[in-house]
């Protein structure tokens, strides 16, 4: 694989199949995105082996250890040797936990909900959700 000594953190995130391409990569950087201890980095900073990043794509929040250098894009099985995802099991879970929300459907041809329906639906939302924040 083509190994770099200086390498810039959008392209980085690009070759490492982060994001799909290095625009998106690099306009993530500047909405403020992708952090560095905390900070704020810019797509033209350098990244050095060790570093970690988090990095906040849609919803997901992941937190990336940098172990080797990639500069051109290549297969996410190759990909995977040149960084370590150390994002807690907690924030990987709840990310998860969304897509298994329930569904709630009406019967067809029952109609147009009552207000006492209507209660009834909002109370069972709203339980679902607040014993998941408390967990």
Not at 40 to 54: A, M, T
Not at 74 to 99: G, L, R
């Amino acid at each position: 694989m083509a190994e770099k000594e200086k390498l810039r953190i959008d392209k980085y995130l690009w070759a490492i199949r982060v994001f799909k391409t290095r625009t998106l990569a690099s306009d993530a950087c500047k909405a403020g995105r992708i952090k560095l201890d905390g900070k704020n980095i810019k797509p033209s900073y350098e990244v050095k082996i060790g570093d970690v990043y988090q990095v906040a794509k849609g919803i997901e929040r992941k937190v990336v250890k940098v172990t080797g250098l990639l500069e051109n894009r290549v297969d996410a099985k190759t990909a995977v040797n040149f960084y370590e995802d150390i994002t807690p099991v907690e924030q990987t879970q709840a990310f998860k936990s969304m897509f298994h929300a329930p569904i709630l459907k009406r019967d067809r041809g029952t109609g147009r909900p009552t207000k006492a329906d209507r209660r009834e639906i909002d109370d069972l939302k709203d339980n679902f959700f607040e014993e998941k924040e408390e967990e």
